[in-house]
């Protein structure tokens, strides 16, 4: 069965560059969630969107943004990249926002700034 | 002191052992996950629970919504059950997961 699917796996920026994280839900999932893991922290909540609109908002820096796309997927934009922003970052999917739907991880995009 | 407790913090178990972790909360709560992480990072879901008990192969999860409280049972545990277990809850009202810091688990053949 289909996952969900994070682009790309790995990532190697420098300091004060740009990235772009994709993450592609299962189909027919309306919800994606966006979680940051530090080294050896435990996943922090950054945003979520519902039917291509913000749902949720965490503790997303201001030089971060996101958005949903018609077809679902959402992307995480990132600037003016810091040595702290290295981490794991994870999507999550689920059909609908409502509590008690299963949520569907992507394997996540490891990010390494430099 | 954080939302979500778990414990052990780290565990070691010889194969076959049954096994017990552990997941306290002090929030309010719509849902409680049980996940899996496995080195290299990727999260599997394994459990979503808001009562009762389920069960799946080796695996059992349970709730107390009264006492807030959740524990993960694997029996017969094997080496590939080697992961970091993570308990997560969904807040009343909220989409957000709050974490728990997780229990890392070792079995030994």
Not at chain 1, 76 to 95: K, P, Q, R, V, W
Not at chain 2, 38 to 52: A, E, N, Q, R
Not at chain 2, 80 to 101: H, M, N, Q, W
Request: glycine share 8%.
């Amino acid at each position: 069965a289909a996952g969900v699917i994070q682009s790309p796996r790995h990532l190697i920026k420098e300091k004060r560059e740009t990235a772009t994280l994709k993450c592609y839900p299962i189909p027919r999932h309306d919800t994606v969630y966006w979680y940051q893991q530090g080294p050896g922290q435990d996943p922090q909540f950054l945003i979520s969107f519902y039917e291509k609109m913000q749902s949720d908002k965490g503790s997303i820096p201001d030089r971060f943004s996101a958005q949903q796309f018609s077809d679902y997927h959402s992307e995480l934009n990132m600037s003016s990249l810091e040595l702290g922003d290295s981490a794991l970052y994870f999507c999550a999917s689920s059909f609908g926002p409502l509590p008690w739907s299963p949520l569907h991880f992507g394997n996540g995009t490891r990010l390494t700034v430099t | 002191k954080n939302e979500v407790e778990q414990s052990p913090q780290n565990l070691t178990a010889q194969e076959g052992e049954f096994i017990t972790i552990n997941c306290s909360y002090s929030v309010g709560i719509s849902a409680l996950h049980w996940l899996q992480q496995h080195p290299g990072g990727g999260i599997v879901s394994l459990f979503m629970l808001s009562s009762g008990k389920k069960k799946h192969g080796r695996l059992i999860a349970t709730i107390n919504i009264q006492e807030k409280h959740s524990s993960l049972h694997i029996t017969a545990s094997h080496p590939r059950d080697s992961a970091v277990y993570i308990c997560a809850v969904r807040k009343g009202g909220s989409e957000k997961l709050v974490f728990g810091k997780g229990t890392k688990l070792t079995v030994n053949p």
